[in-house]
């Protein structure tokens, strides 16, 4: 059985995963559950000064059958005095030394709030902090969350202040609702960040009630953008993750948090860079104990793989991951389909014939059955055709060769440019 146990700039825990700092670790009841389900550690709910919640505050997005597919909240930080979260946090730390307990702090952008937070939060012994400059919204309407986090200046700034006095390492927690979360991410590096976390939640409405034509949710009848997470956002965090993994100027480790629900996803994630992952709503859609799928998933992948530690995961896919402008546009694949497996339902030909090139024929073959038969000199390789097939294993997408040399679309222009001599700003990244 291979090693899961993880190191996140200092923050040590037996296995990668981790509750995100959300309902699920509001109280020290529920952080000690979720250790004993298995979890390796839990990033508190954002400390600061306590608020007023609203009721109601989530709501579901379902799609084509599966419940939960994208989930939206407009809860805000912790509602419970701090002393409260503090003595808590001293008596799960205490019962559980050597899991990995991170307290999630959120106050106004003062060098005095932010020492006088870090301070007593770490009087109580927490292993690291987790600056919440993510969260979209409620807060954000008062300078915090992601407010602070869409100003790259304030991230480093504060993230200065933080380091002035901790003691912990410091991870920053970083918003999605920004251009180029890179930009964001290099500023946390630059004001002395030992880790990030990415992504908190995607600014949202939920939906609208066609019946009442009250926003979902709504509270007496008012509604307000909330924060968006769950299953539909993984491929947003995933690129984000990678994105962050692969700069060279991102020199810390990564937290990566958005949508993880499998085993599976913690791996892409990992592989993406990667050192611990973070769940919320997995969690709070089948509970704490879905955490045991996900380390017997893990450890089997682990020595289905031959690999002796999960730390040997983390980021071995970024360098798979590119610029545009650097792939190989003679690279081709086409699309076969298998009749065997085909059960004629004609999805591939009319998404082909409506929506992309027109290359699937519909023909009767010489048993007079009708058959498919895609034209593979027309053929792109888009993938389409695959990927809406309901018949498993009745279209493969097949490499051919196409019988040139490989060339980017960057080589093309250097090229042209060099044949031209006029043609020298045009890489593509």
């Known amino acids: 059985m291979a090693d899961l146990s993880i190191d996140l700039a200092g923050i040590k825990s037996p296995n990668p995963f981790w509750l995100a700092s959300a309902p699920p670790t509001n109280t020290g009841y529920q952080v000690q559950r979720a250790f004993e389900a298995g979890w390796g550690g839990a990033v508190w709910k954002t400390l600061g000064d306590p608020i007023i919640n609203t009721s109601s505050r989530f709501a579901a997005v379902n799609f084509n059958g599966q419940r939960v597919a994208g989930f939206n909240n407009i809860e805000l930080i912790t509602d419970r005095p701090l002393d409260v979260n503090l003595k ?82 410091v991870i920053v927690k970083l918003t999605p609702n920004i251009t180029d979360i890179t930009v964001t991410a290099r500023h946390a590096v630059k004001g002395g960040a030992d880790a990030i976390s990415l992504i908190n939640t995607i600014n949202s409405l939920a939906g609208v009630d066609i019946h009442s034509w009250n926003t979902i949710p709504h509270i007496g009848g008012k509604g307000a953008h909330g924060g968006y997470c769950g299953p539909a956002v993984k491929p947003i965090a995933l690129n984000m993750v990678a994105e962050c993994a692969r700069h060279p100027e991102v020199t810390v480790p990564i937290s990566g948090i958005g949508g993880i629900s499998t085993w599976q996803d913690v791996v892409e994630f990992m592989l993406m860079g990667s050192t611990a992952i973070q769940v919320c709503t997995a969690a709070m859609h089948h509970g704490f104990r879905i955490v045991e799928e996900m380390i017997d998933g893990l450890n089997n992948y682990l020595d289905e793989k031959g690999l002796a530690s999960v730390t040997e995961l983390t980021g071995k896919s970024v360098s798979k991951y590119s610029n545009w402008g650097d792939l190989n546009l003679n690279y081709k694949v086409v699309a076969r389909i298998n009749e065997d497996n085909c059960i004629n339902c004609n999805k591939c030909h009319i998404a082909c014939e409506d929506t992309s090139h027109q290359c699937i024929d519909m023909l009767t073959n010489a048993e007079g059955k009708a058959i498919l038969k895609v034209r593979e000199e027309d053929c792109v390789g888009c993938n389409l055709c695959s990927i809406v097939c309901p ?39």
Not at 413 to 427: C, F, H, I, T, W
């Open 88 to 169: 808590e946090i001293y008596e799960t730390k205490k019962r559980f030394p050597n899991h990995a307990v991170v307290a999630s702090l959120m106050v106004e952008p003062t060098q005095e709030k932010w020492h006088e937070i870090v301070k007593r939060v770490e009087d109580v012994g927490v292993d690291g902090l987790e600056l919440n400059f993510g969260c979209p919204h409620g807060m954000a309407e008062r300078g915090m969350g992601a407010a602070s986090g869409q100003q790259p200046d304030l991230v480093e700034a504060q993230t200065y202040w933080v380091k002035e006095v901790a003691t912990t390492p």
């Open 391 to 429: 018949a498993e294993g009745a279209i493969d997408m097949v490499e051919v060769d196409s019988g040139l040399p490989p060339m980017t679309w960057n080589e093309r222009q250097r090229v042209v440019g060099s044949l031209s001599g006029s043609y020298s700003k045009a890489e593509v990244v």
